[in-house]
Every structure is written in structure tokens, then in C-alpha cells.
């Protein structure tokens, strides 16, 4: 009375199959080797497929990834009149100060329209690693571009955008004290962008031409006759 | 047809799953060396205690003075300056170590 079981044994593949399948396999491979994996993890691209993916961009991401803070409205770009550039909007004036713990370092940038201008002047209580730069938005080439490279305290000056994009500083506290780092602005920007060494960014508000107020006058004194 | 429909979700995955990785950014991690071994290095933030576990490779940068010096120099306790990349503090790659003076205390 005992019933009996037929096991089915698979049958192994024959050989030609096998290496069929193991060239398809590597094949299968190779080709995502060369259009997915080389471009994303060492920018390779022999076939393009990189670029047109945009995987080229994760092997070699720019340090600041560009950010348009610009707000919507009338882009404040110049326009020539002889020596005269006009606009269509007043200028935004901008005070930020910073302390910089030791070895942390800021970016702290404005969006400027090409050909717009904004003065300035910082300083810093200790001499700081610094550069001025821009970068582009939009695209364009070089995506990053420095204006003045060097470890200064102090700099005052006035800055034409070349391009349009977020132009400002990069300041690091080279040291093991603190510094505090002071910047006075003026100029047609539009917004401010600030990024900080452990990665936190904000948009600054920036200061309309009406938060100021004329300087009292002084009392009637005795000077002049 | 069913094989065929599964190689195809193995690739669509591949693709999508590349996706993330687009998110690579830098970060500075400043603090102590609590922890190093041959492909690791566990640095104590001063900022706020956080320890922040990272991998090493042989493209790792070890520094001092701006000098390029061997990685047998990192040892536990001395205060540096980390600059990695990756998606998060969880998955970074560290780029270059400076070994820097400790900060004065505030």
C-alpha cells in the first residue's frame, strides 16, 4: 500500500546555453558598466549617456550647487545710458555679521543681474581665508569664477557682475579663536544667500531703502558767524 | 515573457536607484579623532558632541601645516578638520584631514 512519489529532477542546461546566457549576462553588463556606472561614479562617458542622464554631475557635483534665490519681479539689470546705468528698481542696502568658530568657514552671496554693481566693505577682527567669486546661473562656462583670492582682514570695493548668478564671499576662519566677520552693502541685488560649513543655507532678507532715516540734525550750535 | 518583464524592472531599478546618489555634498566636520581603523575614521564634533562615523579610501588626503603627511599620523585625541563628501553625516567619504592645534576653549 505504499504510494510512490515521482520527483522531477530539473534538467541542467547544456552547456551552449549556459555560455549563451553568460555572454548575454556580460554583455548586459558591460553596457551598464559603460553607460550607467562609469559616468555616474568617475564622470567616464565614452557614449554620452552620462551627460544626457545627468549622471556626470554626481561624480563630480560643483562644491556650492548654484541656487536661484533670485524672487520673481522685474530683474534689476541695467541699463546703459552713457555713463549712466539705470534700473528698474532702488538698490537694497545689507548688513551681516558673522562669528566664525574655529576652522568653520561661510558664503555669503548676493544675485546680481549681469553688468548690475553693489559696494561694499567688511572686516574681520583676525585675517581670514577669502575669496570673491561669482557663480553662474543657468549654466555656462566656468560655472565658478574667483574675483580676488587671498587672506585679508579688510576689503572695501564696489563689484559689476560679469554674469549673471550669486556673487559674494567665502570666508574661513583659518585659526583656533573665533572670528567675527562684519559686511556692509549696498547694490541691485535681489536676494541673499547664506551657506554655512555644516551645510545649512538660508535666504537672507535684505534691507529696503526706506528702513532709513535721515541723520537728526545737530542742535543750533555756536560754529560759524 | 515573465523573465523578460523582471530583467526589465532590474534595469529600471538600476537607473532609478542612481537617482540618489545625485545628492552628494560636501561637509566639514570639525572635532576629535575618537576612532580610526584602515578604512574608517570616527571624529567627535566640537560643535556638539556628535560623533560622526566616516569612510576612508586611497584617495584620502592626510595634512598638517599643509603638508601631506602619512595616514599612520592620525591617532585618537588629535583635533582636525574633515572635509567629505556624500548624501549625509551617515555616508561620507572623507577627501582630506587636516591635523590642526586643539581650538581655544570659549
Known amino acids: 500500500m505504499t504510494s510512490k512519489t515521482e520527483v522531477q529532477t530539473p534538467t541542467p542546461p547544456s552547456l551552449s546555453t549556459l555560455a549563451t546566457t553568460t555572454v548575454i549576462a556580460l554583455v548586459v553588463a558591460g553596457v551598464l558598466l559603460v553607460t550607467i556606472v562609469l559616468p555616474a561614479e568617475y564622470a567616464i562617458d565614452p557614449v554620452g549617456t552620462g551627460r544626457w542622464l545627468g549622471l556626470t554631475e554626481i561624480a563630480s557635483p560643483s562644491l556650492t550647487p548654484v541656487e536661484d534665490v533670485s524672487p520673481a519681479g522685474a530683474a534689476l539689470a541695467p541699463v546703459q545710458n552713457g555713463p549712466v546705468g539705470e534700473y528698474p528698481a532702488e538698490f537694497k542696502l545689507d548688513v551681516f555679521e558673522i562669528t566664525l568658530q574655529p576652522y568653520e568657514y561661510v558664503e555669503y552671496k548676493y544675485h546680481l543681474e549681469q553688468g548690475a554693481t553693489m559696494l561694499y566693505s567688511w572686516t574681520a577682527n583676525a585675517p581670514v581665508i577669502h575669496d570673491l567669486h561669482g557663480e553662474r546661473v543657468g549654466g555656462g562656462e566656468p560655472a565658478e569664477e574667483s574675483f580676488d583670492k587671498q587672506d585679508r582682514r579688510q576689503a572695501s570695493g564696489s563689484l559689476t557682475a560679469p554674469f549673471t548668478g550669486i556673487h559674494g564671499w567665502y570666508w574661513e576662519n583659518p585659526g583656533g579663536e573665533p572670528v567675527t566677520i562684519r559686511l556692509t552693502s549696498s547694490g541691485f541685488y535681489s536676494s541673499a544667500l547664506e551657506i554655512r560649513s555644516d551645510r545649512t543655507r538660508r535666504t537672507r532678507k535684505l534691507r529696503p531703502l526706506e528702513t532709513l532715516s535721515p541723520i537728526p540734525e545737530e542742535s543750533a550750535g555756536t560754529g560759524g558767524r | ?106
Open chain 2, 1 to 106: 515573457m515573465t523573465r523578460r518583464l523582471m530583467i526589465l524592472g532590474m534595469l529600471a531599478g538600476l537607473v532609478v536607484g542612481a537617482a540618489p546618489a545625485a545628492a552628494h555634498d560636501d561637509y566639514r566636520i570639525i572635532g576629535t579623532v575618537t576612532k580610526i581603523t584602515a578604512k574608517t575614521l570616527d571624529v567627535k564634533q566640537t560643535k556638539d558632541g556628535k560623533t560622526i562615523s566616516m569612510r576612508t579610501d586611497e584617495a584620502t588626503l592626510v595634512t598638517r601645516d599643509k603638508k601631506k603627511v602619512s595616514t599612520t599620523e592620525l591617532k585618537t585625541g588629535l583635533s582636525v578638520v574633515v572635509d567629505a563628501r556624500g548624501d549625509s553625516l551617515e555616508d561620507l567619504v572623507v577627501l582630506e584631514v587636516r591635523i590642526v592645534p586643539s581650538p581655544t576653549k570659549k
